[in-house]
């Protein structure tokens, strides 16, 4: 069942009613509404189906449905009967409610590409230019199978370089835990004992740790009202333009990432490149499509500018060969791909190249990162123990220091 958002008209009193509706298909949901004696004006879909649940799809149920339907549909099924048993087989509710609304649009006359472009947080503008250009080829089988690999590459690739980055974000996260136990609980404890010793001197990082620690003791509040401003505001400023510029320039360029962010991009480029062309769309449409995909601002505008000159009769090896958002490698396959007429092997090899260059720098990363997160571990703890442990020596080696249980006499004498 699929939720409906409605406008309709009394028949009988002339009045305007909205509301919701549970319905199979926008067919169904219509008759629903007349069968109540009202006049639909507006239905749409909501946002959200039966039991709440969302239309957000994951990468693997989509790859499993495409595999699926590609694989009915080359085994002779009609396009309407492999919807439905893939539907009946899907164990994603989110997904299946997806699946019910393309059924009842492709029943109603419509192809798969445009039920598809229904649902754009689902199936992107790779997928639906994929699917369309397989059902005006007839070969929307290969289009699926296309489709699943390069999800599954993609996807893997994203999850490397999650991996990547995973690590150092735990361990500091870790580490601000500790550091901020050790701060808030332990420190004003050692500073209650050395109150009470007399000729006691704190050293300075003792007394800079001990007045973070009055300060987030007393403040705190503060300091979780600015974190949550700066988070809110960073995450905002991040999605604008400017914001979307400046990080995406520094995932190209930033040390020591930018090697693994930009291998990853050309992967990416090359592998739904390839894609693209192999399923027959035009050159001008894969450089627009894949702009989008490749998810960086820098790279889009690059592959805008380079359609422009594809436009004005230039190779789009040579468009590329200039480019410094473009590694080297890529406008050299390209070119030999422009030359022999098998750019999409080309494109295929040239993904296959960049996938593994991800994995040696996935590698490569892991080996400076880890020992420079145990150095900085290092730091800190010394830090700490230094503050703790400092203000004790400091009092062995005071040679005025005496004791508060400790009596002495002066001798007397008589005559």
């Known amino acids: 069942m699929l939720n409906y958002k409605y406008s309709a008209r009394n028949t009988a009193t002339g009045q305007e009613v909205k509301g919701t509706i549970q319905a199979d298909s926008d067919g169904a949901a219509v008759k629903l509404i007349r069968d109540q004696g009202l006049t639909p004006i507006n239905v749409s879909l909501g946002e959200k189906g039966f039991g709440g649940f969302s239309k957000r799809v994951g990468s693997k149920d989509r790859v499993l449905f495409s595999r699926q339907l590609s694989t009915l549909i080359n085994a002779g099924l009609p396009l309407l009967q492999a919807l439905r048993s893939v539907n009946e087989q899907t164990s994603s509710k989110s997904l299946k409610l997806v699946e019910n609304q393309i059924v009842s649009d492709v029943e109603g006359g419509g192809t798969l590409s445009a039920a598809m472009a229904k649902h754009p947080k689902v199936f992107n503008q790779v997928y639906i230019s994929l699917i369309a250009a397989g059902e005006s080829s007839g070969t929307l089988d290969k289009a699926l199978d296309r489709l699943a690999i390069q999800q599954e590459k993609d ?27 050790m701060i808030v609980k332990v420190l004003p404890q050692v500073k209650t004992i050395y109150n009470g010793l007399p000729g006691a001197n704190l050293p300075l990082v003792t007394r800079v740790l001990l007045t973070i620690s009055d300060f987030l003791t007393h403040f705190w509040w503060i300091v979780l009202i600015v974190a949550v401003v700066l988070v809110f505001v960073t995450t905002r400023w991040a999605r604008t333009g400017p914001g979307k510029q400046v990080i995406d320039k520094l995932k190209m360029r930033g040390w020591p990432i930018g090697r693994l962010f930009m291998k990853m991009y050309m992967a990416r480029f090359a592998r739904t490149g390839s894609t693209l062309v192999a399923s027959g769309v035009p050159l001008l449409q ?49 070119k030999i791909g422009e030359q022999s007429g098998a750019m999409e092997e080309m494109l295929a090899k040239a993904a296959d190249y960049y996938e593994k260059e991800v994995d040696n720098e996935v590698a490569a990363i892991s080996s400076i990162i880890e020992p420079v997160m145990m150095v900085l571990l290092g730091v800190v703890a010394f830090i700490i123990v230094a503050a703790v442990l400092l203000p004790i020596y400091g009092l062995a080696g005071n040679s005025n220091f005496t004791s508060p249980t400790a009596t002495s006499s002066a001798p007397t004498t008589t005559k």
């Open 155 to 181: 996807a893997d690739l994203v999850s490397k370089v999650r991996g990547a980055l995973m690590y150092p974000v735990i361990v500091l996260v870790v580490m601000g835990v500790v550091m901020g136990f």
């Open 286 to 334: 894969v450089l627009d499509i894949t702009g989008k995909a490749v998810n960086n601002v820098h790279i889009e505008a690059s592959l805008a500018r380079a359609s422009q000159q594809v436009r004005g009769g230039k190779s789009l090896a040579d468009a590329l060969a200039t480019d410094n958002n473009f590694l080297p490698l890529v406008p050299s396959m390209l």
